[in-house]
Nanobody, 122 residues
Framework: QVQLVESGGGLVQPGGSLRLSCAASGLTVESFDMSWIRQAPGKGLEWVSDINGGSTTTVYADSVKGRFTISRDNAKNTVYLQMNSLKPEDTAVYYC???????????????WGQGTQVTVSS
């Protein structure tokens, strides 16, 4: 059974940094494409970043480009999201997910973690 468990969220000041972790079981992160998605209070889901399972190619939403870095540690079967220069608008529940598929202009994921809260505030 696939299980994704996020950790590392918390309260951080604007301009600060945080690293989120996604520990996977039931799949190997080096073989599956992995994504980070977030949901800010009162808003819908927003895709943040992808890392390709084979090539490690990465892609980012414009809102986080240059500030966030997605990576993986195959030995730990864990995906990370390094978040730098954090802004209050980054406040959200961050989800790790896998099994991305596209239907027209919309996307869906087969597997989701429980989410971890990130709050950026002074």
């Amino acid at each position: 059974q696939v299980q994704l468990v996020e950790s590392g969220g918390g309260l951080v000041q604007p301009g600060g940094s945080l690293r989120l972790s996604c520990a996977a079981s039931g799949l190997t992160v080096e073989s599956f494409d992995m994504s980070w998605i977030r949901q800010a209070p009162g808003k819908g889901l927003e895709w943040v970043s992808d890392i390709n399972g084979g090539s490690t190619t990465t892609v980012y939403a414009d809102s986080v480009k240059g500030r966030f870095t997605i990576s993986r540690d195959n030995a730990k079967n864990t995906v990370y999201l390094q978040m730098n220069s954090l802004k209050p608008e980054d406040t959200a529940v961050y989800y790790c997910a896998s099994g991305k598929r596209q239907w027209g202009d919309e996307y869906e994921w087969d597997y989701w973690g429980q989410g971890t809260q990130v709050t950026v505030s002074s």
